[in-house]
């Protein structure tokens, strides 16, 4: 059975704080993915990594950055957290075969910056 | 980022009766994936359903189906003999040659008993 978690359910952090966001899958999969959801806007992209020590930017990477030593765990880093980055952190993993690439979600980390 | 729109924000459905979600896209690429997700207020995001731009017949899996009408750019997605556990937001994803999958703003099904 597919299976990725998420370090924390739910997270409350101060404006300014560095913030990390793991992200474990067991899968093998090589593609990891990090998205923020928003009332009203879906999921929105802000990075994604092929392969280890890989990764590109989404539609809003701003703010954020990523780091993805080993194939299982994908970080997601707010250097400085700001109110606006509020949200539904969730993650997913997925092989790179296309036609087989369905993208398996964690349970999401609801993070409140004040 | 491609587009996709998901023109209902939210619908109510009788118990067991089938019920119809929109969700139409923008694209030149000739191949690409088509995928639904189901999210309950517990916030996981459940794969529900796939189609392939290529794949001759439309993805049935239980009680999901997909009407893919290409020329039309859209993926339906059919609920059949809704059951209380099928009240959820609903999200239609589209995912090019990249990996990468763009997200529709999702629709609110309410099972009504």
């Known amino acids: 059975d597919v299976k990725v978690t998420q370090s924390s359910r739910y997270l409350v952090k101060r404006t300014g704080e560095k913030v990390f966001l793991e992200c474990v899958q067991d899968m093998d999969h090589e593609n990891m993915f990090w998205y923020r959801q928003d009332p009203g806007l879906g999921l929105r992209l802000i990075y994604f990594s092929y392969d280890v020590k890989m990764k590109e930017k989404g539609d809003i990477p701003e703010g954020y950055s990523v780091s993805r030593e080993k194939k299982e765990r994908f970080s997601l880093i707010l250097e400085s957290a700001s109110t606006n980055q509020t949200s539904m952190y969730l993650c997913?993993?997925?092989?790179?075969?296309?036609?087989?690439?369905?993208?398996?979600f964690g349970p999401g980390t609801r993070l409140t910056v004040l | 980022a491609q587009k996709i729109t998901q023109t209902q924000p939210g619908m109510f459905v009788q118990e067991k009766e089938a019920v119809t979600l929109d969700c139409t896209y923008d694209t030149s690429d000739p191949s690409y994936g088509l995928f639904w997700y189901k999210q309950p207020s517990s916030g996981e995001m459940i794969f529900l359903i796939y189609?392939?731009?290529?794949?001759?017949q439309n993805a049935t899996e239980g009680r999901y189906s997909l009407n893919f009408q290409k020329a039309r750019k859209s993926a339906n997605l059919v609920i059949s003999a809704s059951q209380l556990g099928d009240s959820a937001m609903y999200f239609c994803?589209?995912?090019?040659?990249?990996?990468?999958?763009?997200f529709g703003a999702g629709t609110t099904v309410t099972v009504r008993a």
């Open positions: 997913a993993s997925s092989s790179a075969s296309l036609g087989t690439d369905t993208q398996y």
């Open positions: 189609q392939g731009s290529y794949d001759q």
């Open positions: 994803a589209f995912r090019s040659n990249d990996y990468k999958l763009s």
